[in-house]
């Protein structure tokens, strides 16, 4: 049992208890501030019950066997709070259950296009009386605090149906951690502040035990039956309960109707009687509009989205659903976030704790910005929010500047290993990448003056206290672990010397654009550090090390490691991992993918086999940016293998772990994969360039994407690329290194050159790129 292939839907047909888990989280529905598990309606059977608000978390200590300076202290995990997706239905007294009964049919549909999760079931009860029950869900694009359902009964007899809708909080759930500090924060974290049940409509209020966070939830109801059947309601609340019942006579054929809003907030500051009027607020706005003002709404969204943002395959209708899927998710994960993080798993379950990594800058944002650039602007705005935990995390650490957390929700550092952590300075760096690729393809001036330099500058001062001039290497960067989190405390890392490089050229630059942001000290010293960057290289071998003596360690025996045994982080001691060559993903590559700049072709031909015999993939992170290196140098069927691992990594479960949730940067890495791989779209220095080339798997593809206000669409077949403008103004920039104008006035047409006849490099063995 599987889901079936559309282009524009996510379709599971039947029930399959043992295959909950995936579904909740695939069918998950948010908006980047609200986030719904796609739990069935009547919240029974289960894998993993979850609503989530963005932020929205409760604090643990952190363990630690021996304890050390500047050891981060607390813990963030995202809360599941209240539920308000609940809807029970009784049929002559007897609950429908899927695991009782019979369901004759079953199936359950995500809509790219509409926004929303359909559910249609046939059911029979023990007693053999027949219900029809459809039910649609949203999480509103437009107005962000706002959820609705949609839920109808066809009885096929004569029947008495109840319905029940519930708010329910402090769920009870399996605790997710070994660690029973964080199981005991999640065991009831919400206290009750307040309760209201009046009419249809009820209010929750809780706050958090440690944290202090205070949240509210509130739900409303309207039911329409045909023929002005008397209908019985109540409404009742308590401490962490609210329900609204429903009991009507239904004739055979006819069709009991509730529509249920709900409107939930939270905040640090906020009272709980200013929360309740914001989620009453929510609630009105939402009547107003109404459901099929809603469904409307939500479909104009998503219409915009996909005119500037699509994606066409031809030649793989798995995989056009696939990356139809991924660019749904990502847009689910930041849309209405408003200046709050992208999480590692989005709002799609309480992977990772809910914390958000620098995964959200070089993989997620790139995405945003070249289609939804606001959303990508209200992601840098939240790093820009939390600029005084990061400058207080460096001077705890002895530097200038801000050092970003390597995980978190609020912004301190949570990460209690410091090796993958706190030396994993390069984060700085990264958003630095994403703040510069964002004005780059925006020009957005408010935001350069507001927040922009700002950003730029204090982590350019970070750089130049955590580096020095040596005078044999130039600028060294040392004791610092770089994305391969099988290596780690190394000296000169390639890609955090280069993301550094840029970072100081780029608030040098807004410094001298922005007076007053920096001394011209500084400005001299940011540029005389970048044009000395040490930038390791192995003459012997021709290749660029990942860092200093990287191509000096002993090699891994990959020939005799079991497959069982991956990942290796789980089953062989780090001390082991740090000193042979094996790299978790993508590193060297990464950085010849975000500053090709900075290599020449023949470069990245030899870096690319080198580090391919040593990646092992044991993160989601790796698959989408091989296969971008592999399509730039000539291996086009091995880049399309890497572009399905990075497609399917959630749909086909490859990790295993699905169940908490879906890996935004993987989802975002198959775009990666065909507009930066295939497409060979680059943005070095700010300038928009494109070298296509098609797989032999495909027979064309086209994708979408936005710069400077230009909407352009971009058509690859086997001989030839055609570029359009969608709208927006005339964009010059390069086809194969060729001089474009893409105007309004007609497409423009250009023959693809011959990609290289190239022998297939060999990865690990046992370690190549997986569809199933």
């Known amino acids: 049992m599987s889901y079936t292939t559309e282009p524009w839907n996510l379709r599971w047909q039947g029930l399959a208890v043992n295959q909950l888990n995936r579904t909740e989280s695939t069918f998950a529905l948010a908006n980047g501030h609200i986030g719904l598990r796609g739990t069935l309606d009547e919240g029974e059977p289960r894998g993993l019950p979850g609503t989530y608000l963005n932020g929205f978390y409760e604090q643990h200590q952190l363990p630690y066997g021996e304890a050390g300076y500047g050891y981060p202290e607390a813990g963030q995990t995202i809360v599941n709070v209240t539920d308000g997706k609940i809807v029970r239905l009784l049929v002559e007294d007897e609950p429908l259950d899927m695991r009782y009964g019979n369901a004759i049919e079953h199936e359950r549909v995500l809509d790219f296009r509409s926004g929303t999760l359909r559910r249609r079931t046939l059911w029979e009860s023990p007693t053999g009386r027949r219900v029809i029950v459809r039910s649609e869900r949203l999480v509103s694009f437009t107005q962000r605090a706002v959820a609705a359902i949609r839920y109808e009964v066809e009885p096929m007899d004569d029947v008495q149906l109840v319905v029940q809708s519930d708010l329910l909080a402090n769920e009870p759930t399996v605790s997710r951690s070994n660690d029973p500090r964080v199981a005991a924060a999640l065991d009831s974290p919400l206290v009750n502040d307040f309760t209201m049940a009046e009419k249809t409509r009820a209010v929750l209020c809780h706050h958090t035990k440690v944290s202090g966070l205070r949240m509210a939830a509130a739900m409303d109801h309207e039911i ?91 030649g793989d209708d798995e995989l056009q659903q696939a990356i139809r899927f991924a660019l749904f998710h990502v847009l689910q994960a930041g849309a209405r976030g408003e200046s709050r993080a992208i999480p590692g798993k989005g709002l799609t379950g309480p992977g990772y704790d809910g914390h958000a990594f620098w995964d959200t ?17 209200d992601a840098l705005r939240w790093r820009h929010s939390t600029l005084d935990k990061a400058r207080d995390r460096a001077k705890v650490l002895g530097l200038k500047g801000a050092a970003f957390p390597w995980r978190s929700i609020n912004g301190a550092e949570c990460s209690a290993y410091w090796p993958a952590g706190t030396a994993a300075f390069h984060v700085s760096g990264d958003v630095a990448y994403a703040t510069q690729q964002y004005l780059n393809a925006t020009g957005d001036e408010d935001f350069e003056r507001d927040e922009a330099t700002e950003l730029l500058v204090e982590t350019a001062r970070l750089w130049c206290s955590l580096g020095h001039h040596d005078r044999h290497d130039g600028f060294r960067i040392d004791g610092v672990t770089g994305p391969d989190e099988y290596s780690a405390i190394v000296d000169n890392n ?202 032999a798997a495909l027979t064309r593809y086209s994708f979408r994407m936005s710069f400077q206000g230009s909407r352009i669409a971009v058509d690859v077949s086997a001989t030839e690329a055609t570029y359009r403008l969608v709208d927006g103004p005339e964009l010059a920039t390069t086809h194969h290194g060729e001089p474009i104008a893409i105007t309004a006035d007609q497409p423009v047409t250009l023959p693809i050159p011959k990609a290289p006849d190239l022998e297939r490099p060999q990865g690990p063995a046992g370690r190549e790129p997986r569809r199933r």
């Open 224 to 314: 329409e039956i045909a023929g002005g059947v008397d209908v019985r309601t109540d409404i009742r609340a308590e401490a962490d309960l609210a329900r609204f019942t429903a009991a009507v006579d239904v004739a055979a054929g006819s069709c009991l109707k509730l529509t249920k809003y709900l409107g939930y907030g939270w905040s640090a500051q906020r009272s709980t009687p200013a929360l309740r009027a914001q989620v009453e607020a929510a609630l009105a706005g939402a009547l107003q509009t109404g459901w099929n003002g809603l469904v409307n709404e939500q479909r104009e969204f998503l219409d915009d989205f996909w005119q500037v943002a699509d994606i066409e395959i031809e």
């Open 361 to 377: 800058e070089m993989f997620v944002l790139p995405v945003l910005t070249y289609t939804v650039p606001d959303a990508a602007r």
């Open 494 to 695: 390639v890609y955090t010397n280069l993301i550094a490089q840029q970072n100081l050229r780029a608030a040098a630059n807004a410094a001298e654009r922005n007076p007053g942001a920096a001394t011209e000290d500084e400005i001299e010293a940011w540029r005389r550090a970048a044009d000395a960057m040490a930038i390791p290289y192995d003459e012997m071998l021709q290749v660029h090390p990942q860092a200093d003596n990287f191509t000096k360690h002993a090699e891994w025996d990959f020939e005799n490691t079991p497959q069982e045994k991956y990942p290796l982080l789980l089953n062989y001691p780090y001390f082991d991992l740090y000193r042979r060559q094996v790299v978790k993903q993508a590193d060297l590559v990464l950085a010849m993918h975000v500053r090709g700049d900075a290599f020449t072709d023949d470069e990245k031909a030899r870096n690319f086999a080198y580090y391919e015999a040593r990646t092992v993939r044991d993160s989601s992170l790796s698959a989408g940016t091989q296969a971008v290196l592999a399509a730039e140098v000539g291996h086009l069927d091995l880049a399309f293998d890497y572009l399905v691992e990075a497609a399917f990594t959630d749909l086909h479960d490859l990790h295993d772990n699905v169940t908490n949730g879906l890996h935004m940067a993987s989802l975002a890495g198959a775009w990666t994969a065909l507009v930066a791989g295939f497409g060979g779209m680059r943005d070095h220095g700010g300038r928009l360039t494109f070298a296509p080339r098609l797989p």
